[in-house]
């Protein structure tokens, strides 16, 4: 357990440069006191102590803004960057050497019994405000793009962007185009656009139909 303790602190110098010294990555870091209040709360969930690990999971999410069910399996070298905001749900599993940032929430889609969270695999990051939803699993050393919403699997070595999620690079080759937070795919504009397009056409045809009518 100790070692797991020094290897969470470890990753956050590896992570954020904004990192000075041991005395304030312990003291003062949101995410890391999350985690380490996950893995006590886990400890006791696996050994059937169910109501109090719960307790420990909500005052830990009170302190931090993190909530993460004590069922979770969390490999080591995990990193919150920021955390505020972050929900990991009880069936999720994640690998090692995992970074997730602020806003991201690993959930269900429903009421589904099971298996209903995602697992991601490890060396994975997912961005700010990314939701991953459903018993899906994402690929090691894949990466998902920050407001994305990831409803199907992604694979290995994949980025992910957009509304729903797809994949625009594989393996280091473009499927769509780059990964540009400012840039990414917008279904719902694009679906509005289409729909203009359409409603442009019927105008035009119900006023050239007027004005044949007209002519008779």
Request: with cysteine; net charge neutral; hydrophobic share 40%.
């Amino acid at each position: 357990m100790f070692k797991t303790f020094k290897e969470d602190i470890e990753v956050v110098f590896e992570q954020d440069p904004a990192a000075r010294s041991y005395v304030e990555v312990i003291l003062t870091y949101s995410g890391l006191h999350a985690i380490w209040g996950h893995r006590i709360a886990h400890a006791f969930f696996k050994r059937k102590f169910f109501f109090i690990a719960r307790v420990i999971s909500q005052v830990s999410r009170f302190f931090t803004g993190v909530e993460i069910h004590p069922g979770a399996k969390i490999g080591s070298r995990f990193f919150i960057d920021h955390g505020m905001g972050v929900v990991i749900g009880e069936t999720c599993e994640i690998g090692d050497n995992v970074t997730i940032f602020q806003g991201v929430t690993l959930g269900g889609t429903g009421k589904e019994k099971g298996k209903r969270h995602p697992t991601i695999h490890d060396n994975a990051l997912i961005a700010t405000g990314a939701k991953v939803l459903g018993s899906i699993i994402v690929g090691e050393n894949s990466k998902v793009g920050a407001g994305s919403v990831v409803l199907k699997d992604v694979p290995p070595n994949s980025t992910v962007v957009g509304i729903p999620g797809k994949v625009v690079i594989q393996d280091g080759l473009k499927v769509q185009k780059d990964l540009n937070h400012c840039d990414m795919p917008d279904p719902i504009n694009d679906r509005m656009k289409q729909m203009q397009a359409e409603i442009d056409v019927l105008k035009t045809t119900l006023k050239e139909f007027e004005e044949r009518s007209r002519s008779l």
